[in-house]
């Protein structure tokens, strides 16, 4: 069953503006992790926040939680060509990174 | 490097005709995982394993099976594909943060 889900299906942007992508889930976590996939290829991990942080940082990447609306957020600033993909969210509620739910995604286009 | 393999990349085949896609990790996980990826769904969770001779059920695990005898392998048997199980799956291992994903096998039955 599907846990996460993102918001919005799709974004197109200009290179240079940055992107805010949004995940809603509906039942308790321990992590909630992004992943990102290029055309067909396999995910790959991005950032994890666990349930009692509130935000991180990677580079470009700013992740928000908030445990009482369930729902987090991914910011990309300064987007660039190269950051066209889909977004994934998946929460962790087990803490083993045992069995991860996945949304369906958000399809990023950034416009050069 | 640390990497999940895949085998084959592509693969056509025909209903009813057993096929077997092997899954390798050099990392040493003991929690590996398999999932396939529809349009419009997502991906779903088929099995896992949480060590050698351990499997369990995902979210879809209807006309699969696993097994995992040694640790590094996990592969994935359809012992009679149907249309229905065209899709693009995903081998995964899981480290303490994250999970690595393979490249992918896309699956046509025809």
């Known amino acids: 069953s599907q846990q996460g889900e993102e918001d919005p299906q799709a974004l197109s942007i200009q290179e240079g503006e940055n992107a805010t992508m949004n995940c809603s889930y509906k039942t308790s976590i321990n992590n909630l992790q992004w992943y990102r996939q290029n055309s067909g290829r396999g995910l790959v991990h991005l950032i994890l926040i666990r349930s009692n942080e509130r935000e991180k940082h990677s580079g470009r990447l700013r992740v928000t939680l908030d445990t009482s609306k369930k729902s987090s957020s991914l910011l990309i600033t300064a987007s660039r060509a190269a950051d066209t993909a889909s977004y994934f969210c998946?929460?962790?509620?087990?803490?083993?990174?045992?069995?991860?739910?996945f949304g369906k995604g958000i399809t990023l286009s950034v416009r050069p | 490097e640390a990497q999940v393999t895949q085998n084959p990349r592509y693969l056509i085949t025909v209903t009813g005709k057993k096929l077997t896609v092997t899954c390798s990790q050099n990392m040493n996980h003991e929690y590996m995982s398999w999932y396939r990826q529809d349009p419009g769904l997502g991906l779903r969770q088929i099995y896992y394993s949480m060590n050698v001779e351990v499997t369990d059920k995902g979210d879809v695990p209807e006309g699969y099976k696993v097994s995992r005898k040694e640790k590094r392998n996990f592969p994935l048997i359809l012992e009679s594909p149907s249309p229905n199980q065209t899709s693009l799956y995903f081998c995964?291992?899981?480290?303490?943060?994250?999970?690595?994903f393979g490249p992918g096998t896309r699956l046509t039955v025809t």
């Open positions: 995964a291992s899981s480290g303490y943060n994250e999970q690595y």
């Open positions: 998946a929460t962790d509620a087990s803490g083993a990174n045992s069995k991860l739910t």
